[in-house]
């Protein structure tokens, strides 16, 4: 989408929005209560965060943070306090959601000369995943089973793909939950992450979709940096198993040029240029707990698209898009040839402020 239609439908971004939720009730439009800046951090594999700044609250005579209604900040905005962020344009009723989570940490500041502020953070509903050490068992079981599971116990929708090998045993050893499941994702090449509408994604990511925005340098694009190196970079995975059936090895193989969504040369590519010897390229070899050959490619595949992302990154600011998240793509140009191209992100920071709205943004890409 160009971003001149985006500006037809955010009134030319004249007017950013934002609100607080507590259930049905707006915080500063029911609740009386101020919000003067607003921050939500959306990260693929970990749990997204979120904070926000209460200020002229603070009443002097009861040496405490009063709502307009009267009410204690404290009680209402408390350790466990279900928050859902909405961030766009307009009004505030209809602005998209952000996040939705709750509240883990409370500041206060009590400065020298000011009117003392709250600030408030907390985490979206993955957060729960991450506390606390659980140990279960999945007999002939796909990874994609357990994943259903864990979402059902933690109370959360469920956005999960189905994987294919079925295992004759899944173990969770004395792992969180995210840690559990952050491993099942890494092995299959999936993206690990919950949503705004509290759904658990556990997929194949989003790389190959077509972007959701163009943004070009100067045109709405207020920076961006890029950096391709191939520090760390390989040109073939080899991943060794064993066939308890037979007793026989395998070896599960992918090479540079393989990599999911590539467009232009991946790392491992540039790197065959000038190492043509093909016994002298860098190899990554693995051993794994893999026991079929279809798993062991698999596997290799994953890691040289793991590897492969780290080849090309960078990091932008635009003016403030609720339509950048992670697992999306967004496509970058007026920044010559090589760099202007779609990039996935893996990142995005909506803030909103008294300076306005701005977003920044993570991205990688396995070529250029």
Known sequence: ?????????YGDFYAPAFAVRLGRDDLMRDLLVTVSQIEVDLVLGTASRFSFTVSDCYSHQQHAFMSGREEDVLKILTFGAEVDIYLGYGDAKSTPIALSGFITAITTTFPEGASPELS???????????????????SDARDSDA???????????AVIETTN???????????????FLKMLADRNKFELYVDEHRNLHFAKPNDCATAIVRLAYGEGLLSFSAEANLSGQISRVEVYGWNHSNKESFIGRASAGEESCLTGKSGGQYLNAFVRDASKRPTLRIRQPVFTQAEADERAKAALDERAKQFLSGQGETIGLPEIRPDRKVMIDNLGVKFSKSYYVQEATHRLDASGYRTRFKVKEPGL
């Not at 989408?1 to 439908?9: Q, V």
């Not at 408030?120 to 999945?138: E, H, I, V």
């Not at 090998?165 to 840690?179: F, P, T």
């Open 1 to 9: 989408m160009e971003l001149a239609a985006l500006a037809k439908t």
């Open 120 to 138: 408030f953070a907390g985490y979206d509903y993955g957060f729960p995943m991450t506390m606390g050490k659980n140990s279960r068992t999945w």
């Open 147 to 157: 994943a259903h599971e864990i979402a059902s116990f933690n109370n959360l929708g």
């Open 165 to 179: 090998e079925k295992h004759a045993q899944i173990e969770q050893n004395q792992l969180s939950d995210w840690e």
